[in-house]
């Protein structure tokens, strides 16, 4: 029942941004909006439980971002936005720029003239592997201003066990609407190798005084 739940939510943000006369959000925008802005918690504040297993909580593959938050979605104070070139490159980049395969995907005659690695789409959370001892990993995230036009972020980071995270600035401080800043997010292991095949997970939010914007963060070892 996902699906339809989360088709309603989108109507509603849309609508509200047209009665509030305001510029319509891409699609990768609203669905920032939903990842971003989801509670991690159930209605009595339990963290998300595992229904599969029935005897633990579920972790960031089992329960994604966690619970879409519609009030929370219709104002979420920052997105992060994929225009449709980024995909393409993309998937160049994730095809090794084989523009056959990308022609599948796009039903267009596609060429691959720029690549990016997986982890480097803006997309709202952040996965990527960890295959040595010594991964150092950046990867850099932009975000657009839909909340207030003054308004000052501070990160707020939960770091994955095994690894170290840090970022290229700690605060974000927005002076007008639809601004953007980009910043970057390093992560460098820390103590010993947890074993190949080891998920971990973190978070990063970034947190003003009326919005928490939170990238689920998931290491593949
Ligand atoms: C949505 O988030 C708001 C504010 O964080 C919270 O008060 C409310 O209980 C949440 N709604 C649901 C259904 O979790
Ligand atoms: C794809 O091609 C570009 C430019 O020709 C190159 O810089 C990039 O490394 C290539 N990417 C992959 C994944 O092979
Ligand atoms: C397909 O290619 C044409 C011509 O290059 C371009 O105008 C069009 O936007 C492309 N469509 C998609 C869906 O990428």
Redesign the pocket.
């Known amino acids: 029942m996902a699906a339809p739940h989360v088709s309603g939510i989108v109507a509603l943000i849309m609508s509200k941004l047209k009665n509030d006369n305001k510029r319509q959000w891409s699609t990768s925008e609203i669905q920032s909006a939903l990842i971003t802005t989801a509670n991690t918690f159930d209605l009595d504040g339990k963290p998300i439980f595992d229904e599969a297993t029935l005897n633990s909580n579920a972790n960031i593959l089992q329960r994604g971002a966690g619970q879409v938050n519609a009030t929370n979605a219709m104002d979420p104070g920052l997105v992060y936005n994929i225009e449709?070139n980024d995909y393409i490159a993309y998937l160049c980049g994730i095809f090794y720029n084989n523009s056959q395969t990308v022609q599948k995907f796009?039903?267009?005659?596609?060429q691959c003239t720029r690549s990016i690695s997986g982890e480097q789409l803006n997309y709202p959370s952040i996965g990527i592997s960890m295959n040595s001892r010594l991964a150092r990993i950046t990867v850099s995230r932009t975000v657009t201003n839909v909340g207030d036009a003054r308004e000052i972020y501070n990160a707020k980071i939960v770091e994955p066990p095994n690894v170290k995270i840090d970022l290229s600035q700690y605060s974000l401080s927005f002076t007008r609407a639809e601004q953007q800043i980009t910043y970057s997010i390093t992560f460098t292991m820390k103590g010993a190798y947890p074993g190949f095949g080891v998920i971990q997970q973190g978070e990063l939010s970034w947190v003003s005084n009326r919005h928490t914007v939170t990238s689920p963060i998931y290491i593949a070892f």
């Open positions: 449709p796009t039903k267009n005659n596609t």
